[in-house]
């Protein structure tokens, strides 16, 4: 049962599912489709579909996240990254509005769920920690821009486009002669307005009285008061005729069954982007469903989250829509709502089937424009260039890995930011870990601790060394290891015994091993036997499965505090060495 349980989390909160849950979870919905309604239309925009594959990427995922996913808050769909991403990746292959492009968006919604289902299956959850935050923060920042620019020209009323930041600018300043007086004016309007609800509405409600929950509410429907009042100046003003591009007609329909486009070819082209998809929509979506369970001391499985996106993507493939995940702006609202249960999305897919079904037709003169304007509004609200100057003053190479990712993504495209940032972060890992931090200790005087020389003033005996390593021990740092510790012996002809401290070592590969095992013969050849201490348990296992604990010149200790007391040379007093450590210094080891 237990087994049954953890691929289908339905079964464990809908034990206890109840009245007050339920009115909980229909209010929220109310809320979040109220939202949804507009923010669907516009990234389906973004992802170069049509209208009411937002729609349709929005009901049939969400019902199937409910069943499998694990967090009570997160509510999926089409989101900013993903539809800019999945917009890339299918201009690549078809030209947008045919419809080879919405069959090739089938495909790549198929593709992500596959690769998600599959990682879930194989509890491949950790693969998505290659993508570290300043990575993810570099990226979001520079696709924001990108889908601000890129929106513009909606803004503007001119044509154009592009994926990158010089393309995107030679497009604009090419086209200004074409701007559209009315479209300007109108997509000028709905920003201005939308960046105003978003800060100044809530505030201004509750200073005219209203209660706090009806002022959120209204605060969150402020961009349908926004496509609500430009689809009627629109209609009214009947300014489709002054060249004022709105959505038009849209199906008045449920999501239609649908069918990805499985050939080879197709799939070869969208492999790679559908991967980069995966990985990003789910370090999103988890991110954002991790930090709302901690709210209410919740736990979710990243790897049973893989599972539920896996599945939704397969329901956006066949139904009509794109690739989806878990969204921020959505998944917030849904929580402030006060949503209980997954059950929230199922009765928010209801409420979005109602509107495929009885609102489409009041949205045929909505502006482009104020979809676009519902993008910038909310994608800006992602660009942090306050990351590059955190990361400058605390690590340089995470500062290296925002900054290429950033220049990457607005000189070349979401696919080869996104890739620069996840390769450069693994070299600058490899390169890091391949020069550990390694300090010769001493012991602080009257106590049974061992410091670093350099930061503190401790007592060492001259014939002994100890070196304590900071990083497990592979293959990119084991050269280094062995260079640093014969550097150190040949230096000094006193020492006796060479002690490996080895408190912060969690592994040791077989290179490393191989590096031990030359080291243990030169020091045996130079007259310096070399001992252990404080190695942990699952590293010892490791060691005693070959003969390098056999073959030791000296012994393993339990502790360092051990090995100095049995090792020290009775006719050889203490050196006291090092200093005090400054203030700069406190706290380092």
């Not at 003033?457 to 002994?464: H, L, N, R, S």
């Amino acid at each position: 049962m237990h087994a049954i349980t953890r691929y289908f989390p339905i079964l464990t909160w809908g034990r206890s599912y109840d009245r007050s849950a339920l009115s909980d979870d229909l209010i929220a919905a109310v809320i979040v489709t109220i939202m949804l309604v507009p923010q669907s239309l516009a990234y389906a925009l973004l992802a170069g579909m049509p209208p009411e594959a937002g729609l349709y990427a929005s009901i049939a995922p969400i019902l199937l996240y409910a069943v499998f996913g694990t967090s009570r808050a997160l509510a999926v769909g089409p989101v900013a990254v993903v539809s800019l991403m999945t917009a890339a990746a299918l201009g690549q292959v078809a030209e947008q509005g045919s419809m080879g492009y919405a069959a090739a968006a089938l495909t790549l919604a198929a593709l992500s769920g596959v690769i998600l289902l599959a990682m879930g299956l194989f509890r491949l959850g950790f693969l998505a920690n290659f993508l570290s935050h300043p990575v993810i923060a570099g990226f979001i920042t520079a696709s924001g821009i990108i889908i601000a620019l890129g929106q513009l020209r909606h803004i503007l009323g001119i044509s154009g486009g592009g994926d990158t930041l010089i393309e995107l600018l030679r497009s604009l300043g090419g086209n200004l002669g074409q701007i559209n007086l009315p479209t300007l004016v109108l997509g000028g309007l709905a920003t201005a307005f939308l960046f105003w609800v978003r800060r100044g509405l809530k505030p201004a409600l509750r200073g005219l009285g209203l209660g706090p929950r009806l002022a959120d509410v209204a605060a969150k429907a402020g961009p349908v008061a926004a496509v609500a009042a430009t689809t009627l100046a629109v209609w009214g003003l009947d300014l489709g005729a002054r060249g004022v591009a709105i959505v038009g007609d849209v199906p008045q329909a449920l999501p239609p069954l649908t069918m990805p486009d499985l050939s080879p070819d197709l799939v070869g082209q969208l492999l790679l982007p559908a991967l980069l998809i995966s990985v990003i929509g789910f370090v999103e979506s988890i991110s954002v469903a991790q930090t709302l369970a901690a709210k209410k001391r919740e736990r979710v499985s990243p790897n049973q989250e893989l599972i539920g996106l896996g599945a939704a993507n397969m329901g956006a493939a066949f139904t009509g829509g794109f690739p989806v995940t878990g969204g921020f702006s959505r998944s917030v609202v849904n929580f402030d709502a006060g949503a209980r249960t997954p059950a929230a999305g199922a009765f928010t897919a209801f409420g979005l089937a109602l509107a495929a079904l009885s609102l489409t037709p009041l949205i045929y003169y909505l502006p482009k424009a104020t979809l676009a304007a519902t993008i910038i509004v909310a994608v800006l609200g992602l660009v942090d260039f306050s990351i590059l100057k955190r990361s400058w003053s605390y690590s340089k190479p995470d500062f290296v890995a925002v900054a290429t990712t950033i220049a990457v993504t607005l000189a070349l495209g979401v696919e080869l930011g996104v890739s620069a940032g996840v390769a450069i972060s693994v070299l600058l890992y490899l390169f890091k870990t391949s020069r550990p931090h390694i300090a010769e200790v001493g012991r602080i005087p009257g106590t049974e601790h061992f410091r670093n020389i350099l930061r503190h003033e401790v007592q060492t005996d001259p014939a002994i060394v100890t070196l304590r390593v900071d990083e497990s021990l592979y293959f990119a740092n084991a050269r280094f290891l062995e260079d640093h510790i014969l550097d150190r012996v040949t230096r000094d002809k006193a020492v006796e015994h060479v002690i490996l401290h080895c408190a912060a070592v969690n592994e040791i590969d077989l290179s490393a091993l191989e590096s031990l095992e030359a080291i243990n013969q030169r020091l045996s050849e130079m007259g310096v036997s070399l001992h252990l201490s404080e190695v942990k348990g699952p590293v010892m296992d490791r060691l005693k499965r070959g003969h390098f604990l056999n073959d030791l010149t000296g012994r393993v200790f339990l502790s360092q505090h051990e090995a100095a007391r049995a090792l020290q040379s009775p006719a050889a007093p203490d050196e006291t060495r090092g200093r005090a450590p400054a203030p700069d210094n406190k706290g380092g080891i």
